[in-house]
């Protein structure tokens, strides 16, 4: 499958699980026969996108899609009408909604069904059956999609609400299914015989899932395990990296426009090409460009995870190196020189479309990061996490809120600083909220409530965020932005907490960061799991994370509550450096930026129009 | 002589082997019951009903009686059900008893009832006069004739769907025989009427089928179908048996037996022979007419298997069977194959003579066919000495071969060994290696458990390296739902019991273990033995079955799986007062909270009365904020955040009191000035608010609202430079800058100006700027030639950097000039 070509490169072969989905997906639908129309949440269309290509659910009698609207079903003539659907109730009302306006139209017969993803839950059909279609329903299905394989090294869950409905609403379902979707990987590729984690909601996973192997009760599948560790790490561990704004390419792009599952929507401008313009006489399309970013495009594997300061050189590298190509043919004289030059010629033309589309990307990027605003937000950061100036009420702080900047760029950077303050005076604090009250109204009341809640603001306490940047280095003064040799280049000086984390459990171990770790919220959890001597993988050197043979053991993080792009080009770079010693696979809830994070903890308020008497 | 009991049938030969001298000799009297004996060897019921045979009429009721193929007891019970037409065993060893108003009742072996089902109104109101139990392809299938000669059927008793098959034409009186033919995945029934035979489906279809004979033919009386339901035996009127194919196309055999007594049972032995049976003489008859012919001491019951056929009398158990090919091989006198010379080689070597060298060297290229054929000899014989002399003779003949694999031969072992075992006379199943190998050993287990012989069928599974889910703790589990049925013990002993056997076993399912416990009303052994269940998702349901609903809440927290907590959760709420349920969960955390967040989305205002009775004032005010947001008056809007601010004053957050108190305010001065200036305020935040004003040019309420609300210096500036630079009010700008010292910095006013493209303006606060921050400001409205002037007067190349980064492609002359200015000041230094 050429779609999905790029899973398959990575140490652990992620191309197994997507194929697992797909057949799970294919029986589901093959149950119900019959012509099909699928009914889509809208959250799930991306997902699935990555899953099953359209022509395949074509092969298996789907013969129309319809975004799942309460406005009803538009006329079609399908024997099956299949809802897919998370397990939301205010999605069984749209549902609902839909199959009454359907009785009321009548006509011919259709069967319904729903497929539930990840999981059928009751509260849903007690919804259902409170709005009298639970009959109606003929056949209800589970699909259980929870890690998407986005690339070779990465998989999210993409649910978006994870962090708040733990953190905030006590509400602990995602976890559930985050063990569920570990299981399944243990399922595909062996029991993962080391775990650790750190924080509340991971010692929560590892207990559910210890308790969900004992479930099992010894029939598990007899594979050797192919991950040799799993380390679980909450995103309240390490709350002050995703507010950061992210300097690697694949982070800009992300904090500026919004990747969703690995595709990202662009102005169209910068695309229309002297030539599009001719063949397309309407001039200027107004739809915004789609481009899918991931390592299938080469390119883009090479420039993602480089500091956007490095990209402008490697581009134009690049683009020398194909002009070159391309020139060859009018070196070419023999016949059989052109014929090689013709046999590349697809390869080169690829590369180059994939150039001027990242030509243009890195233009809309610079566009902004040369912007005042990005440019004095940026000095502000770093400012704060350097540790100047974090216990006063900050000018530039003040003069965002005067100028009315975006309400999450102000909360993103009085965050920050109540992190690298070991939080504020309740002077500060206070002024900050009042501020952000009259600037931006009392709707943000409860946001500022639930952003306490969640702890990334708070009054003054322990001051420990100096001793955790000390003792993990989190400061990196000489960063080489071309030519890194440390993980801090991905924000420009500073290094990610949790990339630190994992860096350390790989070597020197958690044993040796012990204090920071108490100092760090939530239990630390280790856990070994036994496997049958059959199945354990032959080792020279025993207990050493560095095997004398050179074979790289593969550790899965799971980050809990989300990880950023940088975060995750951080642990790539880990993985790439010589004495590494470690692949790693990285799992999430779902990719975040500080935009999207702080928009996930965010109550959305507006009220309703005044009635005037 | 091994073939001193050999009966010569033709080219082959017969053999009758003793398995058992029965346990229940001198007390039985096979005469007065009705005997149904299950295949492979299984278990045999016997029905007396003297009602009929006593001279007098008595009224006790008749007795069945179940023992095993050896003839032990194995249980008793008084029949009080209706008049019983027809007992058999299913293949699970149920035994099925048919009852002449068509009601079919099963009973385990242990006499214990099972279930019944019927087979249909008619055959309840008009009587069934025969019945005929039978191997379908989907179990155990039974077939009624009624009194109306109707056949109703069913193909399995597990799954009873009874159909009516075709009805016989012209069929006025009962017919004179018929039997259950099963071919290609249909069962159908053959009928004889008169000299005709017809074979009728349930799909109304039937056929005439009457085979091709010799003799004249008035009635067939009697028919037999072979294990395998390929051949047909018919017995007429005339005492011929006719031996043919079951599609009834070929015959190949009549033979006359000269008698017209209907034999009391005629069935096939195999398939080679067909074995007839009057009272005390038996009959054997080969297809090429040979027979052999057996008297007995007294009557006795056949029993068709596979491969041969049970013959059960008053003293003895025996087994008629084909003297098989391999063995005939071997033992035949003066036979020459390979396995015979070998077997003789081996007894002489034993015998330590050197005439063992001899016959190896005779058979030495095929000495492995000879060693195969005596582990294969070995299967058929039912006499250990002679499985073991066989088995002796293959492990001689083995030591002269080199790379023969022994897998047959242990396999061989294997297989004896067990059915050494499960023959002895205690456990009574003279199974044979053939039946076993078409049974498979899975079933012969479950067929052991089914005899509550656990410790032998765990040993069974132990011995052949029976992987434990699917051996040992399988049979422990049955074992675990036997214990629990034992009333005399109390809940904590079995409950000990189990686990010590079970621990932690995988693939037992303590959950199966408990409902067994359960449907004995046992609850508290229940909710013991669930205590040991893993599996939170089987464990919870049947807690809450038992109306354990506060387990039931913990177990399923403990498992995380936040919908069984809800499973729960909404049942308690369903069968409690709110008070009490409210009461009820506030000490489990995880489900409080899991039951507001249902509360989040489907009952807000029960979310705030459950946050009122916890005391939680900042949420429960935090849930009137969110309200206020959908009250359209401007009065109930006002009210709500009151209420609002009350909870907050209760939780001492005097921040949101504050603040909730100038929203209430805020309100207030907006609509008032809606109505004083009628444009719309609502809605907009205190800083917007101020800015429309200003924009509008309603100088004095903003400054009203200011003083009000406090607005701090900096950021009022800000707000009224942009909120002028939007109105345009230049020249009121200008005098603003000039107000005071800007505590914004001049910079701000270029901002404003460059963001409204007023260059001019711009450039008269620049004029008023810092030297150093003269190049950023002229670069912000776009002036690069002055900002790199500027820069230069600086003496700063830094600043000139910074214009160069602005410069594009329509540049080249400035970006020249920079380079040269850049130069210069080189040089200087």
């Known amino acids: ?613 | 002589m091994a073939t001193a009991d050999w009966n010569p049938l033709g080219d082959v030969y017969f053999k009758k082997n003793e398995l058992y001298a029965m346990g229940w000799s001198d007390m039985i009297d096979l005469d007065k019951f009705t005997v149904a004996a299950a295949p492979y060897g299984g278990p045999i019921a016997l029905y007396r009903d003297d009602s009929k045979t006593a001279r007098v009429q008595v009224s006790t009721k008749p007795i069945i009686t179940v023992f095993t193929a050896a003839g032990n007891q194995i249980s008793q019970m008084r029949w009080s059900s209706g008049q019983v037409v027809k007992m058999g065993w299913s293949n699970t060893e149920d035994l099925l008893c048919v009852q002449d108003d068509g009601m079919v009742l099963s009973y385990d072996m242990f006499l214990n009832f099972k279930r019944m089902f019927g087979m249909g109104q008619e055959a309840k109101d008009v009587k069934v006069l025969d019945c005929e139990i039978f191997n379908s392809f989907q179990g155990t299938g039974i077939a009624v004739l009624t009194s109306t000669y109707r056949i109703f059927i069913i193909n399995s008793v597990d799954d009873p769907r009874i159909r009516r098959l075709a009805e016989v034409p012209g069929l006025q009186s009962a017919p004179s025989s018929w039997a259950v033919l099963n071919l290609d995945r249909q069962s159908r029934a053959l009928v004889a009427k008169g000299n005709e035979l017809f074979l009728i489906d349930h799909g109304g279809q039937y056929q005439n089928q009457t085979p091709q004979t010799n003799t004249e033919v008035k009635e067939y009386i009697k028919m037999a179908l072979s294990f395998n339901n390929k051949f047909l035996a018919l017995y007429t009127d005339s005492g011929v048996i006719l031996i043919c194919s079951s599609d009834l196309q070929k015959v190949y055999c009549e033979f006359n037996t000269k008698t017209e007594a209907c034999p009391h049972q005629l069935m096939w032995c195999g398939i080679g022979a067909v074995v007839a049976m009057w009272g005390t003489l038996m009959v054997v008859v080969g297809p090429q007419k040979d027979w052999i012919r057996y008297n007995f001491e007294s009557p006795a019951h056949l029993v068709q298997e596979m491969d041969g056929t049970r013959i059960i009398s008053n003293y003895q158990h025996e087994f008629l069977h084909k003297v098989p090919e391999v063995t005939e091989h071997i033992f035949k006198i003066g036979s020459m194959e390979p396995g015979a010379m070998l077997y003789e080689a081996s007894r002489e070597f034993h015998k330590g003579s050197q005439k063992a060298d001899e016959y190896i060297r005779m058979i030495k290229d095929k000495l492995e066919v000879a060693v195969n054929q005596c582990i294969k000899a070995a299967g058929f014989e039912i006499e250990t000495d002679k499985q073991k002399a066989l088995l002796r003779a293959a492990t001689f003949g083995k030591c002269f071969l080199t790379d023969y694999s022994p897998e047959t031969f242990v396999n061989m072992c294997q297989m004896l060994r067990v059915i050494n075992q499960v023959r002895h006379h205690k456990i009574g199943i003279p199974i044979t290696y053939t039946q076993l190998e078409h049974l498979s050993m899975a079933v012969m287990i479950d067929r052991l458990v089914l005899r509550k012989m656990f410790h032998l069928a765990i040993k069974l599974c132990q011995y052949l390296k029976i992987p434990d889910q699917e051996g040992a703790s399988r049979i422990l589990a049955h074992w675990a739902c036997y214990k629990v049925k034992q009333k005399n013990e109390d809940d904590e002993t079995i409950a000990r019991a189990v686990a010590q056997k079970l621990g932690d076993t995988p693939g037992v399912s303590y959950c199966d273990i408990a409902s067994q416990a359960l449907e004995c009303g046992r609850t508290d052994l229940a909710i013991r033995l669930l205590d040991f269940e893993p599996r939170a998702a089987q464990q919870v349901p049947l807690l809450m079955k038992m109306s354990k609903d506060q387990l039931a809440l913990s177990k399923a927290i403990e498992s995380g799986d936040t919908d069984l907590v809800y499973t729960v959760l909404l049942k308690l709420k369903n069968d409690m007062k709110d008070g009490d349920f409210f009461m009820a969960i506030r000490n489990m955390p995880i489900a409080y909270s899991l039951f507001i967040q249902y509360c989040r989305h489907q009952n807000p205002q029960m979310m705030e009365d459950l946050y009122y009775q916890e005391d939680n004032f900042v949420e429960e005010a935090n849930c009137k904020v969110v309200k206020s947001f959908d009250d359209e008056r401007l009065e109930d809007r006002c009210e709500t955040l009151k209420q609002a601010m009350n909870c907050y004053a209760r939780a001492k957050n005097e921040f949101a009191v504050k603040q909730t108190d100038d929203q209430i305010k805020l309100l207030k001065y907006q609509r008032r000035m809606e109505e004083e200036f009628n444009r719309p305020y609502m809605d907009l935040s205190l800083h917007q608010t101020i800015y429309r004003l200003i924009v509008e040019n309603s100088h004095k309420p903003a400054e009203q609202l200011r003083k009000e609300f406090k607005v701090p210096e900096r950021r009022y500036w800000w707000l009224r430079m942009h909120a002028l630079g939007e109105a345009g009010e230049w020249a009121e700008l200008e005098r603003f800058s000039k107000s005071k010292k800007p505590p914004v910095g001049l910079e701000a006013f270029v901002e404003v100006c460059s963001k409204h493209k007023n260059v001019a303006e711009a450039m008269k606060y620049i004029a008023r700027v810092q030297q150093d921050q003269k190049v950023k400001c002229l670069l912000k409205i776009g002036q690069k030639k002055s900002a790199a002037e500027a820069a230069f007067e600086n003496h700063s190349e830094e600043e000139l950097n910074l214009v160069l980064q602005k410069c594009g492609a329509a540049d080249k002359q400035l970006v020249e000039n920079i380079r040269a200015m850049k130069q210069q000041l080189g040089g200087r230094r």
């Not at chain 1, 004289?333 to 080169?348: A, Y």
């Not at chain 1, 880990?574 to 790693?584: E, I, N, P, S």
């Open chain 1, 1 to 613: 499958m050429s779609a999905a070509g790029h899973l398959s490169t990575g140490k652990i072969n992620l191309s197994l699980l997507r194929d697992f989905y797909r057949r799970e997906l294919l029986e589901s639908l093959d149950r119900c026969s019959g012509t099909k129309a699928l009914v889509w949440d809208d959250a799930l269309t991306g997902a699935f996108g990555l899953i099953a290509e359209y022509s395949l659910l074509k092969e298996h009698e789907v013969e129309k899609m319809f975004p799942l609207r309460s406005s009803g079903l538009p006329p079609s003539n399908v024997q099956n009408i299949i809802f897919v659907t998370r397990p939301k109730l205010s999605l069984m009302e749209q549902i609902a909604q839909n199959l009454l306006q359907e009785e009321q139209k009548g006509g011919f017969r259709k069967d319904y069904h729903i497929i539930f993803v990840p999981r059928r839950s009751l509260l849903c059909d007690k919804k259902l059956k409170e709005m009298g279609v639970y009959g109606t329903i003929t056949n209800f299905e589970e699909f259980q999609l929870s890690l998407i394989p986005f690339d070779s090294d990465l998989l999210s869950m993409e649910m978006e609400s994870s962090f708040r409905e733990c953190y905030l609403e006590n509400d602990f379902t995602s976890m559930h299914y985050a063990a569920q979707s570990l299981m399944t990987l243990q399922a595909l590729y062996g029991i993962i015989p080391n775990i650790c984690g750190k924080g509340d909601c991971a010692k929560h996973i590892v207990d559910m899932m210890l308790r969900m192997r004992r479930e099992l009760g010894g029939r598990e599948p007899q594979i050797t395990p192919q991950i040799d560790n799993l380390l679980i790490l909450d995103r309240n561990v390490d709350l002050l990296t995703p507010l950061l704004s992210q300097l690697t390419y694949e982070g800009l792009i992300d904090e500026m426009f919004g990747i969703n599952n690995t595709s990202v929507k662009l102005p169209p401008e910068k695309f229309q090409t002297g030539n599009q313009q001719q063949e397309d006489p309407q001039g200027v399309s107004s739809e915004p460009k789609k481009v899918i970013l991931n390592s299938l495009d080469e390119l883009y594997a090479d420039l993602r995870d480089k500091n956007f300061n490095a990209v402008g050189s490697i581009v134009s590298k690049k683009a020398k190196v194909i002009t070159a190509e391309f020139d060859e043919r009018h070196t070419a004289k023999t016949v059989s020189e052109m014929k090689q030059f013709v046999s590349k010629l697809p390869h080169l033309q690829q590369v180059r479309a994939s150039l001027s589309t990242h030509t243009s990307i890195a233009e809309l990027v610079k566009e902004a990061t040369d912007t005042d605003e990005f440019m004095d937000s940026l000095r502000c950061q770093q400012e704060f996490i350097n540790g100047v100036d974090t216990d006063k009420i900050h000018p530039y702080i003040e003069d965002c809120m005067g100028r009315q900047e975006p309400i999450n760029k102000v909360l993103r950077l009085v965050c920050i600083q109540s992190f690298c303050n070991n939080g504020l005076k309740p002077k500060v604090l206070d002024h900050y909220k009042r501020e952000i009250i009259q600037t931006y109204g009392y709707e943000h009341m409860v946001t500022l409530m639930n952003i306490e809640k969640a702890g990334l603001l708070r009054p003054h306490g322990n001051r420990s965020y100096p001793a955790i940047r000390k003792s993990m280095r989190l400061i990196v003064d000489d960063v080489n932005e071309q030519n890194p040799h440390d993980i801090a280049y991905v924000y420009s000086g500073f290094a990610p907490l949790s990339a630190r984390l994992v860096q350390y459990y790989a070597r020197p171990g958690w044993r040796s960061i012990t204090e920071v770790l108490n100092l760090l919220p939530g239990p630390t959890v280790e856990e070994i799991q036994q496997i049958p001597v059959a199945l354990r993988k032959r080792r020279s050197s025993i207990g050493s994370t560095h095997s004398s043979t050179g074979e790289q053991k593969v550790t899965l993080v799971f980050f809990l509550g989300g990880v950023t792009y940088a975060e995750i080009a951080a642990l790539r770079f880990l993985a790439q450096q010589d004495d590494g010693g470690t692949d790693y696979l990285i799992a999430t809830t779902k990719v975040i930026s500080g935009t999207s994070f702080l928009k996930s903890i965010a109550e959305e308020l507006s009220a309703v129009k005044m009635n005037p008497f």
